[in-house]
């Protein structure tokens, strides 16, 4: 520990020597503000900067703008540390911990793990300002993926879209004047639609699919289905939808997933996810024959049969013969049958499994367990819009293995 801190001292000496070799980014004069005016020179400034080795000293150039009434400091441009106190190294660390646990363990892990102190809130306002950059960046990307910018990888086979919704926990006005399920009447969380977009190539030895290595990335946010579907669509023309022989939509019922499945993939093969349907039989089972009796495990098991070999009519027709007494195992065998009848041609199992092809959205299921449930859903945490959004963003990133490659695009910009 004590070496540790006297080469992080020596470093910190030797960076803020070499950071300040060049006497503060002195442009003469004037130099441009960059919204066309002339800045004129004032003074130099000294400015504190947290960086992985020690907090060190910098000195800066200061300009300033009349038009724009601003402060213009051509080394914090060049050093990247614009309206920052933190190096572009510290800020990245404070994303990674931040993006992966909560902003306080993520505090006590950069003062145990890089001996980098910093409060808790400054771990959560640069981990949300680096999600929100990397969904500038997103946002840029998707803008050439629909104007046919972006080359596509080479082609593939079997290209998979499977799709999800999950609730985060939000703030009180986040849901405001939004209708919710419990007791007040008033929601309490937001749903976070994720995307997952993956390739298939090859069958196992027993004629299992197998998901491509590496091959899984994923997007996602807070926000309507229709922009959920533009995201998603961009996301699915980088990873070479066009060109894809195959393209399979995997989701469970609800129906803004077919909506979108219908405008932005026509032609693909439509799937609900196996273990979703499988759900609705067992829970209606439980419901009308009692958790655990033999009765319900009997018509669960057979129904699940008829559901695996896709024989979806025959899994209707022995719905419509329940005659359950009460108001509400009618409600549900009413439902059920609706909601079978309604995907009968996306749940032909058996077709699907002799072409080779997933049935289970296990992939988006664990997604949206990995992505949002194991960061964004901890007891006791409640997000704006904003800052779930960027933590998103930055998670789908480092998921998707984009990690490195937005920190590169961002040091050449
Ligand atoms: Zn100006």
């Not at 213009?72 to 404070?94: C, H, N």
């Amino acid at each position: 520990m004590a070496l540790r801190a006297t080469l992080h001292e020596v470093g910190g000496r030797l960076l803020e020597q070499l950071l300040n070799a060049d006497g503060g980014g002195y442009r003469g004069p004037r130099t441009a503000c960059g919204q066309g005016h002339q800045a004129t020179f004032v003074e130099y400034r000294r400015k504190e900067i947290l960086t992985v080795l020690a907090p060190v000293q910098v000195q800066r150039a200061y300009y300033h703008c009349g038009p724009c009434a601003a402060g213009v400091i051509p080394k914090d441009q060049a050093l990247d540390i614009v309206g920052t106190a933190f190096s572009p190294g510290v800020r990245r660390l404070m994303g990674r911990v931040g993006g992966k646990e909560a902003f306080a363990v993520g505090r006590r892990d950069l003062a145990e793990l890089a001996g980098i102190r910093v409060t808790t809130k400054a771990v959560e306002r640069v981990a949300e300002a680096v999600g929100a950059e990397i969904e500038t960046l997103a946002r840029q990307e998707r803008t050439l993926a629909l104007a046919g910018k972006l080359i596509p990888f080479q082609p593939v086979p079997k290209l998979y879209l499977t799709i999800d919704g999950t609730g985060v926990p939000v703030v009180p006005h986040e849901t405001a004047g939004r209708p919710g399920k419990d007791a007040s009447g008033q929601a309490r969380t937001r749903e976070t639609k994720l995307g997952c977009v993956f390739t298939q190539t090859r069958l196992d030895a027993r004629g299992r699919p197998v998901r491509d290595d590496g091959s899984t990335t994923y997007v996602g946010a807070i926000e309507t289905a229709e922009a959920f579907g533009v995201r998603l669509y961009a996301e699915a023309v980088r990873r070479g939808v066009q060109r894809a022989a195959q393209v399979i939509v995997l989701g469970d019922g609800a129906a803004w997933i077919w909506g979108l499945a219908a405008e932005h993939f026509p032609g693909a093969t439509q799937i609900v996810d196996l273990y979703h349907a499988r759900e609705h039989v067992a829970e209606l089972g439980k419901l009308l024959y009692g958790p655990g009796s033999g009765e319900a495990t009997r018509w669960t098991a057979a129904r699940t049969a008829d559901l695996d070999a896709g024989e979806v009519e025959r899994l209707v027709a022995a719905l419509d013969r329940l005659r359950p007494r009460a108001a509400e195992g009618q409600e549900a065998t009413r439902k059920a049958v609706g909601y079978f009848q309604a995907n009968a041609e996306r749940m032909r199992y058996a077709s699907f499994r002799r072409q080779g092809l997933f049935v289970g959205s296990g992939v988006v299921e664990a997604g949206c367990k990995t992505i949002i449930g194991f960061r964004l859903k901890q007891s006791g945490m409640r997000w704006t819009v904003k800052g779930a959004n960027a933590i998103i963003a930055l998670r789908c990133a480092e998921l998707s293995g984009r990690w490195e490659e937005f920190w590169e695009a961002r040091s050449v910009a």
